[in-house]
T-cell receptor, first 109, second 109 residues
Framework: KNEVEQSPQNLTAQEGEFITINCSYS?????LHWLQQHPGGGIVSLFM???GKKKHGRLIATINIQEKHSSLHITASHPRDSAVYIC???????????FGKGTHLIIQP | DVKVTQSSRYLVKRTGEKVFLECVQD?????MFWYRQDPGLGLRLIYF???????EKGDIPEGYSVSREKKERFSLILESASTNQTSMYLC????????FGQGTRLTVV
């Protein structure tokens, strides 16, 4: 069974700072997902990665398959980025995702 | 716009009641999942289904059952609700990428 570890658990930063959230997993995967959950809100899928790097606006996700590691970066962070960010590993079958416990990010104005 | 819709955002039920949580997706996905989310434990898989009338236990199926009579609908059933089932319940469907419902916050009193 895959183990997914995220760090840090909690992160508080000032508006404008560059943010990095890390995710590591223990066994090979078919895809790595980054998800965002705002307080009281549902979960939104930000990225699905199987290799390399993806960018969407101020968000960048990278994955290193050999090292079993992925990072989510936020450039020019803004208070509206405050949310829980969750990484999840998919083995590619129908048995769902294995989730990290999430990183609670607070961006202060 | 793709959608996974859960029937309720908030529910309050009494101990011993039978509870139905409904999830509908409009993406013609074969795979559907029910998770619960608890502080400090993250998201854990309760049940999943990879086809109509097919179901598989996840990591924490005790106290739950599911029904998948139609491809687009996956129901989670609490046969006799207990206070330890107070949680956020999330439905997801997937092909390659996962899509999530908005969550149902269930309180059992």
């Amino acid at each position: 069974k895959n183990e997914v570890e995220q760090s840090p658990q909690n992160l508080t930063a000032q508006e404008g700072e560059f943010i990095t959230i890390n995710c590591s997993y223990s066994v090979g995967i078919s895809a790595l997902h980054w998800l965002q959950q705002h307080p009281g809100g549902g979960i939104v899928s930000l990225f699905m990665l199987s290799s390399g790097k993806k960018k969407h606006g101020r968000l960048i996700a990278t994955i290193n398959i050999q090292e079993k590691h992925s990072s989510l970066h936020i450039t020019a962070s803004h208070p509206r980025d405050s949310a829980v960010y969750i990484c999840a590993a998919s083995g590619g079958g129908a048995d769902g995702l294995t989730f990290g416990k999430g990183t609670h990010l607070i961006i202060q104005p | 716009d793709v959608k996974v819709t859960q029937s309720s955002r908030y529910l309050v039920k009494r101990t011993g009641e039978k509870v139905f949580l409904e999830c509908v997706q409009d993406m013609d996905h074969e795979n559907m999942f029910w998770y619960r989310q608890d502080p400090g434990l993250g998201l854990r898989l309760i049940y999943f289904s990879y086809d109509v009338k097919m179901k598989e236990k996840g990591d924490i199926p005790e106290g739950y059952s599911v029904s998948r009579e139609k491809k687009e609908r996956f129901s989670l059933i609490l046969e006799s609700a207990s206070t330890n089932q107070t949680s956020m319940y999330l439905c997801a469907s997937s092909a390659a990428e996962a899509f999530f419902g908005q969550g149902t916050r269930l309180t059992v009193v």
